[in-house]
Each structure stands twice: as C-alpha cells, then as structure tokens.
Antibody, heavy 119, light 107 residues
C-alpha cells in the first residue's frame, strides 16, 4: 500500500523555524519527484516546492512566496522528504501535504501536518 | 506564472444532474492538467491527470477534456457523494498553480 506520513508540524512564533518530514512506503520513493503543497484554513491549495529525483540531479523549484525562506530536501536511503521552514510568517499557517501530485498513474499524497505561526 | 481560472466558483445541483466545471489557463499548458476532489476535512483526491486520464478507482461518471488553455471536468450523473470542492492544477511549468476551487453543493 502506498503511504506517505508527514510529521513535524506545530505552533511556532513568527520569525521562527520548523522542519517538516515526510516518510514514504509502498512505492519506489527514489524514482519520484516529490512536492509540498499547503492549504491555509478554509482556503484553496497552494503548491510550495518540488524536488526532482536523482536522474534529474535533485533539482528544486519553489513558489515565490517561500523562496529564500524554505528549503526542500530528500534522503532516498530513508525514503524521506523534508521541508526546512525559516523566517516563518503568520501567512504560512496551513496544513502541509507531501506527495508526488503529478505522477501519471498512482496518486501519492499524504494526510498532512498542521503548521501554525503565531504573531 | 500561469494563472488558472476556474468557473463557476460555486454551484448547486441535484442528484442525477450533469455538471461541468471549467478551468482556463492564462497560456497553453500542453494538457498538463489534473483535477482534484476535496471533501471537508479530507485529503484532496486526484480524479483526472493529463487532462483526460481517469485515475484508477475513480467512477467513470467523471471525465476530463480540453486542450490548450481551456479544460473541463464533467460529472455525467451527480451522486450524493460527489458534493465537494473541485480544484484544477496545471503542471506544465513552474510554479505549479491550482485553480481557486469550485464548491459543488446540493440544490
């Protein structure tokens, strides 16, 4: 069974840092591009970042709203994806999902971890 | 950035109705478009990818069509479990961008 589990969310003050993790199982994690997507309470979906696979040199892409503050990384030996979030703002408050949201075929998407940034 | 404009933003319909939701891209996206369904408090579920490919396990009453800049999600005969919010996503270029969502409610 394909599974992704996110953890590391929590309450943090504005300006603080947090590191999210996402553990995959049931699929060949190393083959996949991996994304972080977030959803603020009562709002729509926002793509945050992507890291490609080894074949694509682990290239990263970011939304403008998080570039220079967030860093996406992965450890294929641990089937794990990470999001280091620095200089957090109240507008970063959201449920953060990990997944490969564009892989043709199997839909790979986690359950989410909540990040709350207080002022 | 490619802007995705969904319409309508909300609609009401009855069980058995045929429903169409549209997404327009601000530039061509070569069919790199997906549709997601989200129910309250639940994880988004992908229904369609590459504009018209039905996700495994998704009922055949859902279909996607379109090309270039205009895409549609059609539900041929609404079922009670289809009342949800629907989002489109373009993945032709970065940043990946979602439509703002269409909330489908019971009439």
């Amino acid at each position: 069974e394909v599974q992704l589990v996110e953890f590391g969310g929590g309450l943090v003050q504005s300006g603080g840092s947090l590191r999210l993790s996402c553990a995959g199982s049931g699929f060949t994690f190393s083959d996949h591009y991996m994304d972080w997507v977030r959803q603020a309470p009562g709002k729509g979906l926002e793509w945050v970042a992507r890291i490609k696979n080894k074949d694509k040199s682990y290239t990263t892409e970011y939304a403008a709203s998080v570039r220079d503050r967030f860093t996406i990384s992965r450890d294929d030996s641990k089937n794990s994806l990470y999001l280091q979030m620095n200089s957090l703002k109240t507008e970063d408050t959201a449920l953060y999902y990990c997944g490969d949201i564009t892989f043709p075929g199997t839909h790979i998407w986690g359950q989410g971890t909540m990040v709350t940034v207080s002022s | 950035d490619i802007q995705m404009t969904q319409s309508p933003s909300a609609m009401s319909a009855s069980v058995g109705d045929r429903v169409t939701i549209t997404c327009r891209a601000s530039q061509g996206i070569n069919n790199y478009l997906a549709w997601f369904q989200q129910k309250p408090g639940k994880v988004p579920k992908r229904l369609i990818y590459t504009a018209s490919s039905l996700q495994s396990g998704v009922p055949s009453r859902f279909s996607g069509s379109g090309s270039g800049t205009e895409f549609t999600l059609t539900i041929s005969s609404l079922q009670p479990e289809d009342f949800a919010t629907y989002f489109c996503l373009q993945y032709e270029s970065y940043p990946l961008t979602f439509g703002q969502g269409t909330k489908l409610e019971i009439k």
